[in-house]
């Protein structure tokens, strides 16, 4: 299964899977020692239903980075400053 990431807004993401969104990704905590990332699915599926990684509604994870290689290294398209896009894999 092929994740991607797109950024809605600083610490904000939607996650897509084959063209579809199917789970919201936000950055919580105002610091690097209590940030947490949480990817949580937009439908409460039943176990036999969900999306593989996905073994519960909600997960949590210490980085992006981490989260993303939970993903299987999905592309992310991140939005700039200056309203451009760019995309690839999360360094």
């Not at 996905?54 to 290689?69: A, D, R, Y």
């Not at 290294?73 to 400053?81: A, D, S, W």
């Amino acid at each position: 299964m092929t994740y991607s990431l797109i950024q809605l807004a600083p610490g904000s993401y939607d996650l897509l899977l084959a063209g579809s969104t199917v789970a919201s990704v936000v950055r919580s905590g105002v610091r690097s020692t209590d940030t947490v990332w949480t990817a949580e699915l937009l439908e409460e599926l039943p176990p036999d239903r969900r999306p593989a990684p996905f073994v519960e509604i909600e997960h949590n994870f210490g980085s992006l980075v981490e989260l993303c290689e939970w993903l299987g290294n999905p592309q992310v398209q991140n939005h700039r400053r200056n309203g451009s896009m760019t995309q690839g894999p999360l360094a």
